[in-house]
């Protein structure tokens, strides 16, 4: 991932970059674990900018991304949103040096950037909004990929319109068993495709997200 991947409060890792086996050796110490915040330390228009990784891909960046792991038992959701809000920007901006075309955010100041903590439990409260955001986005794509694979499934007779009604029919009644099933055979090739990543490698943890996304949403009425 490079700078431009670096955008809001979250990062979209869906279009990443890709380098060879030998440089991918070399950058072993620019891999990214969950929950680390990633800083831009130089280009115009982007130097500053930060977001959290919160997938598990391990992906690689270049020198030109910072690297922030969070110390408990602060959150680093929270921290991500504050450094993005109007005061977060401009305390960073005091550490970009440098001329147009050449800004450079110094480590030293990062590390000294004054930041708003409140208890655990309100940064916690905060983070978990980001959280269900970012893995709401994830599983809408999921399940977008999802509905287009069953309506391919259905041409070509993998599946039958019985099989739909059923899904539906016992979601109704807050079942999720015949739902599950579908979607465990989805991978991202087609159904029952042996040999091939599964599609949503989680079915029953996303299943979970949708009904706390329901509750979110039926608190919101």
């Known amino acids: 991932m490079k ?8 990062i979209d890792d869906t279009e990443p970059d890709y380098v060879t086996n030998e440089c991918a050796d ?6 990214v674990t969950a929950e680390t915040v990633l800083m831009n ?5 982007s130097v500053g900018r930060s977001a959290v990784y919160l997938s598990d891909n391990a992906p690689l960046t270049n020198e030109h991304v910072l690297h922030i792991r969070v110390a408990q038992p602060y959150d680093p959701c929270y921290i991500s949103v504050f450094l993005s809000t109007w005061w977060g920007e401009r305390a960073i901006e005091q550490g970009i040096t440098g001329s147009t075309g050449q ?5 030293e100041h990062v590390a000294q950037v004054p930041v708003l903590t409140p208890l655990p439990p309100a940064q916690r409260f905060i983070g978990n ?3 269900l955001s970012h893995h709401s986005i994830v599983g809408a794509r999921s399940l977008t990929a999802a509905a287009k694979l069953l309506v391919e499934a259905l041409i070509e007779g993998q599946i039958t319109e019985a099989d739909l ?11 999720h068993s015949a739902d599950a099933r579908l979607l465990q055979r989805l991978t991202v090739a087609g159904l029952d495709r042996t040999g091939e990543r599964p599609l949503i490698p989680d079915v ?11 509750a979110e949403t039926a608190g919101d009425q």
Not at 103 to 107: C, G, R, S
């Open 103 to 107: 800004l450079n955010l110094a480590n």
């Open 129 to 131: 909004l980001i959280r």
């Open 41 to 45: 330390r130089s280009g115009a228009g």
């Open 165 to 175: 009604v059923e899904a539906q029919e016992a979601i109704q009644r807050g079942d």
């Open 204 to 214: 029953n943890a996303l299943l979970r997200l949708l009904k706390d996304v329901e």
């Open 26 to 31: 070399e950058l072993q110490r620019f891999k």
């Open 3 to 10: 700078t431009k991947h670096v955008t809001g409060v979250t």
